[in-house]
């Protein structure tokens, strides 16, 4: 995990280039979420890592030692594996990244009718919406 706060930390990495850094490397989720596969039956198990799974971990205070009780974020007696400078900086990264897509606007140029809600029929990720630039809409897995 500390490698993950300093590769983000210089600035010459993305949360997308993260996720797949981690899931190359065999690292998988501990989500445990049942999830229909290709056949449509559930399944639960370890998932691969997503922009908003490395996200999350990010922004996580427990890796600085700290722990989050009803709100407030309070000192954790456990070691940390980060220093609280390593976290503040990459804390004011991801808020100077953090630029919201269009498709999030209350009132969006175009219309995903599926957006959050398809997931890929292989893997159980959730597919993204996007528009070629000749303007044909479509939905594709992060990988």
Known sequence: MAEMFSRYSKGTTTLALLAGWL?????????????????????????LFTTASVRGI????????????????????HQPLISQELFDSVQVLLRNNSARSETLHPRPARQYLLKGIIRCAHCGMPMWA?????????YREHH
């Open 23 to 47: 899931n190359d490397s065999g690292f998988r989720t501990r989500d445990r979420h049942k999830l229909p596969d290709a056949s449509g039956s559930l399944t639960s198990g370890p998932r």
């Open 58 to 77: 990010l922004h996580n205070p427990f890796y600085a030692g700290n722990i989050t009780h009803r709100g407030k974020v309070l000192p954790g007696i």
């Open 130 to 138: 996007q528009t070629y630039k000749s303007g044909r809409r479509y």
